[in-house]
């Protein structure tokens, strides 16, 4: 059975930087990250190739977020900078072997998500 474990969620100020990280019990796949707010559908926000780690980004956070895994393979960091109120969401990761990256029904396994809030 694969476990993701998504932290380092928490309250930031708007403009302010947040990362979270996600741990995987496997590392030769390929892992997205995703958020969903209140009411509204999951939402791409990047993603890693695996074993390339090319990155991939959503157009929500293209340019305010980054993307890396570690050398061990099995921690996949996001990175957001220049935070806003519309970034407030849980952020969920997400690992399988992904045709396309940015559509969550093509992944396999789910973590629990890590609650992300940006006050004003």
């Not at 157009?59 to 977020?65: P, T």
Request: glycine share 12%; charged share 15%; proline share 3%.
């Amino acid at each position: 059975q694969v476990r993701l474990v998504e932290s380092g969620g928490g309250t930031v100020q708007a403009g302010g930087s947040l990362s979270v990280s996600c741990v995987a019990s496997v590392s030769s796949y390929d892992l997205g990250w995703f958020r969903q707010a209140p009411g509204k559908e999951r939402e791409f926000v990047a993603a890693i190739r695996w074993p390339s780690n090319s990155p991939y980004y959503g157009d929500s956070m293209k340019g305010r977020v980054t993307i890396a895994r570690d050398n061990a393979g099995s921690t996949v960091y996001l990175h957001m900078y220049n935070l806003k109120q519309e970034d407030t969401a849980l952020y969920y990761c997400a690992v399988g072997r992904i045709e396309h990256l940015s559509s969550p029904g093509q992944y396999d396994f789910w973590g629990q998500g890590t609650q992300v809030t940006v006050s004003s």
